[in-house]
């Protein structure tokens, strides 16, 4: 089935003009909500939001724009509980690492093979407009 990863943004139209000019990404819909039991699901007062669905091959990116209320900026570090990130995998790590360094994306590392369980594995991390943690992943190469 398609796993759906929910990410809170602060501006659903500066995501999604990173996340298009950087991978080509292109949502199915945008789309307001608020009343019709939103309060209770997302567990906030008078909410109200934007959102936007991006479908890739097994997973499904939705992007949510809170209008009501507002939210605090991502501070969260990596040990952080509820940090979660957001990992891409690539058929070839070089060549993406290059083409978003040369659109100012700055990464902790360049692509770095891996050891152990995961040896032969590539993995780089880089983060969005919102701080919010991304990684590149590509498998060994047959």
Known sequence: GLHHIGIPVRSLERSLVWYRELFGFEP??????????????VQLTDAKLRM????????????LEYERPVGIDFDR???DIGAIHVCFEVDDIAAVHRRLEQHGISFTT???AQQGAIA???ICYFRDPDGIQL????QPVA
């Open 135 to 138: 990684e590149l992943w590509q």
């Open 28 to 41: 199915e819909f945008i789309q307001a909500a608020e009343g019709n039991g939103l309060d209770q699901i």
């Open 110 to 112: 360049p692509p770095v």
């Open 77 to 79: 570090r990596n040990c």
């Open 52 to 63: 936007a669905f991006i479908r890739l091959p097994n997973v499904l990116l939705e992007f």
């Open 120 to 122: 032969g594995h590539q």
